[in-house]
């Protein structure tokens, strides 16, 4: 859960910006995006190699 604490002389603007800029930083949206979904640990660690090695392939071996 998300505390924001709104000072007397604070705006709404601005309270509402902090809270949009901690939810972002918290990462709520993208966890929920990833647990949407289940990949098997076995398929993630293939995939991380793959873009690794795509990585490799563009930008690092000149």
Known sequence: MIIIDVKDSESID???R?????HRQIGVIKELRKRKHFTKP???RRTEVLKASYRLK???AE
């Open 42 to 44: 076995s398929v993630e």
């Open 18 to 22: 902090r809270y949009k800029r901690k």
């Open 58 to 60: 563009k930008f690092g």
């Open 14 to 16: 601005k309270a509402l």
